[in-house]
Each structure stands twice: as structure tokens, then as C-alpha cells.
């Protein structure tokens, strides 16, 4: 089951909205992505990144592409852009110990250690836990990504396993930490 993130209007934290990616959202999104302290990071995005990758991502995320996946929100302070928060909706893999949601997300750099991300997580596992139907919600990030995994962790998610995954922009396997949050552990934290 997918989450129908275009019905859900906006989430709401104390300093952000979380809210569907649009068309517009392509020059600033280029702006933050095309970054290697970000990219760098990530398992997908092609480096270098261009223009026409941005456009291209927005436009498939927006017009659900076939064989685009992830439902995307951006991530907005103020109503500006900073980032996009998503899930894809996997089976179980190498990555995952069950099928289910899971969970990815970045940050442009020049808002990176003030907390949005941690907030962004927060708010958007709860409106997972509260509009799919699964146990376990998954995330990860490559071992190196520490500020990541702390993010994860601050939101409850526990290490779940190890595997290795290929980073397209960097063009080698690298060591990954795979990390789950349990709908059990979710209640208990949050009361």
C-alpha cells in the first residue's frame, strides 16, 4: 500500500512544513543538490548533477512517473526550500529485513546541524505510523553518514543489520547500516 502523500496537505512541526514537491521546486532543490557534501551521501543521484537531472526528478516525483517510486515532500522553512523528505514503499532486501515502507531524506548543507532534519523525521514517521498499514518502518545510511544515523536515531530507529550498497554518484560499494523503527517501539517512545 502506498501512502497518498498528495492528500495529506502539509505536516506541521514547530519550525517546518513538510508539503508535496512541485514544479516550481526545481531551482532550488538544483541549488541544494548539486552539492558534493550532499550528494556524496546518497546512493542514487548521478554526479556531476545537472539541471535536466533536477528537472527530470521533480517532474517524475509531481507526475508519478512510471517507475518513479518514492512520494516526496519537501522540506520548507519559511516557505523555503531546504530539503526532501520520502518513502518507497520495498519488499524485503539486502537493505530491509521485511517489506515496508522505507525512508529517505537530505538536507541542503547550509542548513545542516540545526535540527530540521531530526524535526522532518519526526513528524514524518508519525504520519507514517498513523496512514500505513506496517509494523516497521525502514531507513539507513552509509556508515560513514554519522550525523544520519544520529538522526535516525533520535527518532528511535535502531541498527537493524549491515549490508553494502553501490553509490552511483561515487562509484563503488560502500558499507551501509540498515536501521528499522518498530510501530511497538514508536508507541513506547512517544507515549
Known amino acids: ?6 492528500d495529506i496537505g502539509q505536516i506541521h512541526t514547530a ?9 516550481d521546486d526545481t531551482a532550488p532543490l538544483f541549488a541544494l543538490f548539486n552539492n558534493w557534501n550532499v550528494i556524496s551521501l546518497l546512493s542514487s543521484p548521478p554526479w556531476p548533477y545537472r539541471l535536466t537531472d533536477a528537472e527530470g526528478f521533480v517532474r517524475g516525483s509531481v507526475e508519478h512517473a512510471p517507475g518513479f517510486d518514492e512520494e516526496l515532500l519537501a522540506i520548507t522553512r519559511d516557505s523555503i526550500f531546504i530539503g526532501a523528505i520520502g518513502v518507497r514503499m520495498r519488499q524485503a532486501n539486502a537493505l530491509q ?3 515496508g515502507p522505507n525512508v529517505g531524506y537530505w538536507l541542503g548543507e ?11 523525521v519526526a513528524a514524518f514517521v508519525r504520519f507514517l505510523f498513523n496512514t500505513v498499514n506496517s509494523d516497521t518502518i525502514y531507513s539507513g545510511a552509509f556508515a ?13 530507529f535502531v541498527r537493524d543489520g549491515a549490508s553494502t550498497l553501490f553509490s552511483k554518484p561515487r562509484g563503488a560499494d560502500f558499507p551501509h547500516v540498515n536501521t528499522a523503527l518498530t510501530r511497538e517501539r514508536f508507541k513506547t517512545l512517544t507515549g
Open 15 to 23: 519550525r517546518l512544513v513538510l508539503r508535496g514537491l512541485r514544479l
Open 1 to 6: 500500500m502506498k501512502p497518498a502523500l498528495d
Open 110 to 120: 547550509k542548513f545542516w546541524g540545526q535540527g530540521f532534519m531530526s524535526e522532518a
Open 97 to 99: 529485513r521485511g517489506p
Open 144 to 156: 560513514e553518514n554519522t550525523a544520519s544515523l544520529r538522526v535516525q536515531e533520535k527518532a528511535g
